[in-house]
């Protein structure tokens, strides 16, 4: 018997998507065990975050509250976290691959002599133990890992999982501990937000993208109406990135970000390998592009070998009236 232990990101009082399909999943492999979800708040937390958690299936959750824990800080979450696996001994501890957990759990698993399964897309329980697929040789490839150690630890893809069913009325138990984070060497001063308000690209579910062929930074204008449409997030190509005509937080692939949304359209993108390692597992692909042998429509659901200056406006004005606006 284990319970299952995760780390739920939480910004401005609110939960972040992936605490939530993270707590669904805890909750379904819990049960296969014969233990409980529970949750881990850094920086504090309260009895809506709790109770918002346990509509997913968490049974407990522990806020851990300090002065040095309101800002992110690699060093202190460590230490707090390894803190309170050794007092509550998870079976499994999970974590979204998102900036913050790609950081930290590392680093965790180390202070804890275990190992951690990076970037997975699909856990499942067998023979008692968790084992984790994540995609190798830039997404051609999936592949299963085990955990020889205790806590078995892995970190998350985002939007691999559903949400599940939320229990309306349920609710979780909230312990509040004052964690010691110990002399920090390198404590953050301040934390600067990134003018958009849009969501991250690696927790959005509907990403339209531009490759070199949008031809200027103005043309992402286009993009970003379909965007808005759609309520999706506007990504793009190293090329498009590095030409200049979008910022480098768009970027999508290898030296990019990786996501995983429900629905990715490729626009003018020819898909080069380094491109497709970072959106390989997008469970839709829709590509558009005049070449009819860019290499991006050997992997789209849906390809248009069309001018994308004429498909992204009229795609753009038929979903309007498709949608009343």
């Known amino acids: 018997m284990g319970n299952v232990l995760i780390l739920a990101e939480h910004q401005d009082g609110k939960l972040k998507k992936t605490a939530l399909e993270l707590a669904s999943k805890a909750s379904e492999l819990a049960g296969q065990i014969g233990g409980q979800a529970e949750a881990v708040l850094v ?31 690699t060093l202190a979450y460590v230490k707090v976290l390894a803190d309170l696996v050794k007092e509550t001994q998870p079976e499994i501890f999970l974590a979204a691959a998102s900036p913050v957990g ?50 078995q630890v892995a970190l998350i893809r985002p939007n691999s999982f559903g949400l599940g069913q939320a229990q309306s009325g349920a609710t979780a138990e909230l312990v509040k501990k004052d964690a010691d984070t110990g002399e920090l060497r390198a404590p953050m001063k301040e934390l600067i937000k990134g003018a958009s308000d849009k969501v991250d690209l690696t927790e959005a579910e509907i990403i339209v993208s531009g490759g070199r062929a949008m031809k200027s930074a103005a043309n992402f204008e286009i993009l970003q109406k379909l965007a808005d449409v759609m309520g999706a997030s506007v990504g793009a190509s190293r090329a498009a990135v590095d030409s200049g005509y979008a910022s480098h937080d768009m970027q999508i692939g290898q030296t990019g970000k990786v996501v995983n949304p429900k629905l990715y359209m490729a626009f003018g993108i020819s898909g080069a390998i380094q491109h497709l390692a970072g959106m390989r597992t997008s469970k839709i692909i829709v590509a558009v592009n005049k070449d009819p042998e860019a290499p991006i429509f050997q992997k789209a659901d849906y390809g248009i070998v069309a001018d994308l200056f004429e498909v992204v406006p009229l795609l753009t004005e038929e979903l309007k009236k498709a949608l009343g606006e």
């Open 43 to 73: 920086g504090g937390g309260d009895e809506a975050l709790a109770n918002e958690l346990a509509a997913y299936g968490v049974k407990k959750v522990y806020a851990l509250g300090s002065g040095n824990l309101e800002k992110y800080n």
């Open 102 to 151: 790609r950081d930290c759990m590392p680093r965790l698993a180390g202070r804890l002599d275990t190992g951690i399964a990076a970037d997975s897309v699909e856990l499942k329980i067998d023979g008692g133990k968790l084992v984790a697929t994540h995609p190798i040789y830039s997404g051609k490839a999936l592949v299963d890992v085990t955990i020889n150690g205790s806590p």
